[in-house]
């Protein structure tokens, strides 16, 4: 059963790089797509962006210029960079296993999310 | 981009109710509509994927259905621990778009 678990600073200045890392445990990386999610306090859900194991990836359009995810098979973690964050950043950041059957995607399993708030 | 649209916001319903949450998108996505349950604190979980096809472990009164721009999630015999926020999600292009949620009171 794969979990994962985000980590990474919970406070980051105004127009600094946002960064975060997710581990996966109890299964394989190498299999699947791996993708950021985040949601706002009080709003719903946005997605930032995947990446496959071999390291090709898709991003969200409206954040694209800004958005970075890498992975690194051999320590099984993927990772989220955002830079020149502002305070509409500020939201809960989920990772997320993005499995797929044909053509068909969904989300599943998710990580416990983590808190990343944009202020001086 | 493939905007996602659901209604009602929010709905009150009393145990062993059926209640309907619905979903449209802004285009034809055919099947590639996934539903979530969100509960205060906790990340989303996966109820049904591909439309219709119910994820392992969710209990069968969950029930989705729909195609093209049209979709509906079903939860039949309503139960206290439904008390969550509902999420649609389009997978059928990037970037992949959720439904603004639904949050479901048990009276």
């Excluded at chain 1, 994962?4 to 581990?23: A, D, F, H, I, Y």
């Excluded at chain 1, 990836?57 to 051999?74: A, E, G, P």
Aim: net charge positive; hydrophobic share 25%.
């Amino acid at each position: 059963q794969v979990q994962l678990q985000e980590s990474g600073p919970g406070l980051v200045k105004p127009s600094e790089t946002l960064s975060l890392t997710c581990t996966v445990s109890g299964g394989s990386i190498s299999s699947y797509y791996w993708s950021w999610i985040r949601q706002p306090p009080g709003k719903g859900l946005e997605w930032i962006g995947n990446i496959y194991h071999s390291g090709s990836t898709n991003y969200n359009l409206s954040l694209k210029s800004r958005v970075t995810i890498s992975i690194d098979t051999s320590k099984k973690q993927f990772s989220l960079k955002l830079s020149s964050v502002t305070a509409a950043d500020t939201a809960v950041y989920y990772c997320a296993e993005t499995k797929y059957s044909g053509s068909y995607y969904w989300f599943d399993p998710w990580g416990q999310g983590t808190l990343v708030t944009v202020s001086t | 981009d493939i905007q996602m649209t659901q209604s009602p916001s929010s709905l009150s319903a009393s145990v062993g109710d059926r209640v309907t949450i619905t979903c449209r998108s802004s285009q034809n996505i055919k099947s590639y509509l996934n539903w979530y349950q969100q509960k205060p604190g906790k990340a989303p979980n996966l109820l049904i994927y591909a439309a219709s096809s119910l994820q392992s472990g969710v209990p069968s009164r969950f029930g989705g259905s729909g195609s093209g721009t049209y979709f509906t999630l079903t939860i039949s015999g309503l139960q206290p621990e439904d008390s969550a926020t509902y999420y649609c999600q389009q997978s059928y292009s990037t970037p992949y778009s959720f439904g603004q949620g639904t949050k479901l009171e048990i009276k």
